[in-house]
T-cell receptor
């Protein structure tokens, strides 16, 4: 099946900087996208999601941007904090009646330096 | 963890032995999923369930079976464990039919020696 991928496996930033994590997807039928944060030894934790009828969605300190033309998704974290250090995954559904199955990218390691 | 309990949290077993992992949820959700997580592969879907006794295969189902005899429990069985099944296994539930977010348990670290 088609898969979701990430451009960069690691990202290192200074505390207070803004972080941008990118994700490319290839399934044009996907209509739902989601970002997860995973800390060491824990399960993935929901951050933010977006449907394909939207270009942008904002949460608390996070923004997801969706560019369907180039099949690109990004997660922006404002004023990054050391507690944001984790692995971040993007995921997509398969569109239609997919029973909620999500396909995950490989993940990006975000390291925030104090 | 959205009312999801995975057991055991850690297990070491030998090649060729059967292993069963349990996922228990307390919120009566219809959809449940088993994923495995390996370095370089992210999370990959093994099996999923869309109701009691309703299950289907994911992308990496070979060597695994599942059962869902009641809403709250989704069991994953490795019929004859192999070293390639050493992984971290995550159970997930879907909030409701109108909400596609998955909520994950804390995972089971399985080592097959």
């Amino acid at each position: 099946g088609e898969s979701v991928g990430l451009h960069l496996p690691t990202l290192s930033v200074q505390e207070g900087d803004n972080s941008i994590i990118n994700c490319a997807y290839s399934n044009s039928a996907s209509d739902y996208f989601i970002w997860y944060k995973q800390e060491s030894g824990k399960g993935p934790q929901f951050i933010i999601d977006i449907r394909s009828n939207m270009d942008k969605r904002q949460g608390q300190r996070v923004t997801v941007l969706l560019n369907k033309t180039v099949k690109h998704l990004s997660l922006q974290i404002a004023a990054t904090q050391p507690g944001d250090s984790a692995v971040y995954f993007c995921a997509e559904n398969a569109g239609g009646t997919s029973y909620g199955k999500l396909t995950f990218g490989q993940g990006t390691i975000l390291t925030v330096h104090p | 963890d959205a009312g999801i309990t995975q057991s055991p949290r850690h297990k070491v077993t030998e090649t060729g032995t059967p292993v069963t992992l349990r996922c228990h949820q307390t919120e009566n959700h219809r959809y449940m999923y088993w994923y495995r997580q390996d370095p370089g592969h992210g999370l990959r879907l093994i099996h999923y369930s869309y109701g009691v006794k309703d299950t289907d295969k994911g992308e990496v189902s070979d060597g695994y079976s599942v059962s869902r005899s009641k809403t709250e429990d989704f069991l994953l069985t490795l019929e004859s464990a192999t070293s390639s099944q050493t992984s971290v296994y995550f159970c997930a539930i879907r909030g409701d039919s109108n909400n596609e977010k998955l909520f994950f348990g804390s995972g089971t670290q399985l080592s097959v020696l």
